[in-house]
């Protein structure tokens, strides 16, 4: 039986664990990396509609198909998320909604041809607790959350139309809680030890989750425990 794992946005801590999980843990499956980095052996893609398409067309499809995707962003060109409305700058919105939900929901739309009737396929995309409209007590963070907000509905569209494209695919909406990457840099002061996660221990409990997907009809929000979360 073939085995092929697609992780795109590479270049990002938690994907980087979540590579080194594979290779040791799979020795045999086929890995494809994509990222806007260069890194030896991945595919180099600008995250423009055009490079995913043309990235994604050269990609095979096996018995077994995983799609990974790591791609976000928070802090971006010096922007800081916003702790109030008066923050609120339609720019740095637009940058986010472009890496958090556009660029995933592009690289999942070229990736669809690959998902056949009889495929055992996951999609595993990194999303954020903060992205739940339930969970949303404390405000602040705009951009970042409603980017995250709208990559879990277009998973749960997705997760609708594989019922009957690809129905033993599952989708999964996956919160690692803190980790120690570059993402989270600026907002570790307040994080205590034991609640800052290495990459090593969230890829492993991302890995986990992969591995005995459950055959669900809908998307599911899982965190790092996993738990469900509230949408
Ligand atoms: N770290 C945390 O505490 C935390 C908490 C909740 C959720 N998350 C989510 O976990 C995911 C992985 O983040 P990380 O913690 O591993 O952070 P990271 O090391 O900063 O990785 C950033 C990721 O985003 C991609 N990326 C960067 N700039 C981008 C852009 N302009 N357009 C599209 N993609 C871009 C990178 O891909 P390449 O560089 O390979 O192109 C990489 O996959 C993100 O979706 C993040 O929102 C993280």
């Not at 590579?19 to 045999?28: A, F, G, K």
């Not at 398409?53 to 962003?73: K, P």
């Amino acid at each position: 039986m073939s085995v092929h794992r697609i992780i795109i946005g590479a270049g990002g801590g938690i994907a980087k664990a979540f590579y080194q999980q594979i290779l040791e843990l799979e020795p045999e499956t086929l890995i494809t990396r994509i990222s806007s980095q260069d890194i030896t052996d991945a595919i180099h893609c600008d995250y423009s509609e055009t490079s995913i398409r043309e990235v994604c067309q050269n990609l095979s499809t096996a018995d077994e198909l995983s799609v990974h995707i790591f791609n976000g962003q928070l802090v971006s060109e010096g922007s800081f998320p916003e702790k109030s409305l008066k923050a609120f700058d339609s720019d740095y919105f637009q940058r986010l909604i472009h890496s958090n939900t556009i660029v995933p929901m592009l690289f999942l739309k070229y990736l669809l041809p690959l998902f056949k009737p009889k495929t055992r396929g996951l999609i595993s995309v990194l999303s954020a607790r903060v992205g739940s409209i339930d969970d949303n007590h404390l405000g602040g963070w705009y951009s970042y959350r409603a980017s995250k907000s709208a990559l879990n509905q277009m998973l749960q569209c997705l997760a609708a139309e594989l019922r009957h494209r690809s129905p033993s695919t599952t989708v999964i909406a996956f919160h690692p809680g803190t980790t120690d990457t570059e993402l989270s840099k600026p907002f570790q002061k307040n994080v205590s030890a034991e609640r800052l996660f290495s990459p090593q221990f969230v890829a492993s409990r991302l890995y986990s989750l992969c591995s005995q997907p459950v055959s669900a009809d809908r998307a599911l929000f899982t965190d790092w425990q996993h738990e469900a979360i509230a949408w």
